[in-house]
């Protein structure tokens, strides 16, 4: 278990704090993204909402749409952006809430790969 202290009270002045600020972060994935929009987009749409948008940047989409039924080569899938974006754990809430997402956008809780321990 890892707790970290959230006691602000009389230390703003004092020796007696951390080295750095820590903050709890929710990570979670935007995808079905028109390929006009860009991260920064992505980041901008969510300050707008008072979201604190830690990072965002370009990752890889799970969605794939032929264009047609006939041919489902790679060449012929409707392309789409996704992302790995990263906001203060305070505004979960706010992210996971489908009214502020337009229509068809796909959110979800972002996948970390297991690690690897070497055996």
């Known amino acids: 278990m890892i707790l970290v202290g959230s006691n602000n009270e009389n230390l703003v002045n004092s020796k007696f704090k951390s080295v750095k600020s ?3 972060k929710f990570i979670f994935h935007v995808d079905n993204v028109n390929p ?6 992505i980041s901008g749409y969510l300050k707008d909402k008072n979201v604190d948008v830690i990072s965002c940047f370009e990752a890889k989409s799970w969605m794939h749409f032929p264009e047609s039924t006939d041919d489902t080569s790679e060449e012929n899938m409707i392309k789409c952006n ?6 203060n754990f305070q505004d ?10 337009p229509t068809g956008f796909l959110i979800r ?3 970390f790969k297991a ?5």
Do not use: P, Q, T
Request: glycine residues 12%; hydrophobic residues 40%.
């Open 22 to 24: 820590l903050v709890k």
């Open 109 to 111: 809780e972002w996948k």
């Open 36 to 41: 006009g929009i860009s991260g920064d987009d």
């Open 82 to 87: 996704a992302f790995r974006v990263c906001v």
């Open 92 to 101: 979960k809430s706010s992210v996971i809430n489908v009214g502020i997402w």
């Open 115 to 119: 690690h690897n321990n070497g055996s």
